[in-house]
């Protein structure tokens, strides 16, 4: 009679235990439009000229979004995207939805909100697999990594290293300072 008792103790508690609360769930009943996450991974979703990607990040504890993935574009070729941008312990105050929007075939990546940092966001980024020749690059090309303003204009940031690869049209660059969220591309060095 013991091992029954036991049993029914066991399964019991492995019933309560297994039953999923709604307090975690991506949806929610009351309101399916709200996505809530409580992932490590920033949220994917689609815009009309590729994706984005949105993270909640606290300033005061800082924080990091990293996306790596392989995807197929317009002209079915594959291209490889690497992001990390890492934000330091107080980097700003409060939390803020940073949203990233990547763009390959521009080389180019945007950033909101548009926020200034105590310390400098750090970011490493790759393309790999675009058509660099789309982009202005020849296979002697040397590149650099700035801010860009709307009016054309150009501001030069500090980084560790920006390099493009031909053999794998491949653009990178690594340890990127950013000073403040905008938009940010890889351009042509002159001579």
Known sequence: MKF????????????LLSCDSTENSIISLENPTIVISDSAEPIVYST???FALIKEIN???????????TLVDENNDTVMIRISL????????????????????SGSIQFTPAMVFKKPA?????YSGINLTNLGFTSNST????YMADNGSIEYILKNECKIKWNTQKL????????????????????
């Not at 029954?4 to 019933?15: A, D, E, S, Y």
């Not at 105050?93 to 763009?103: A, M, R, V």
């Open 122 to 126: 750090k970011l490493d980024l790759e």
């Open 172 to 191: 990178y660059v690594k340890k990127a300072e950013l000073p403040h969220f905008s938009r940010y591309v890889f351009v042509r060095k002159s001579l």
């Open 48 to 50: 009309q000229t590729g």
């Open 59 to 69: 300033g005061l504890l800082g924080g990091e979004i990293n996306f790596d993935s």
């Open 86 to 105: 890492v934000f330091d312990p107080n980097s700003f105050q409060g939390s803020q939805q940073i949203i990233i929007i990547p763009d390959a075939n």
């Open 143 to 146: 590149i650099d990594f700035v």
């Open 4 to 15: 029954f008792g036991t049993l029914i103790l066991v399964f019991l508690t492995f019933i």
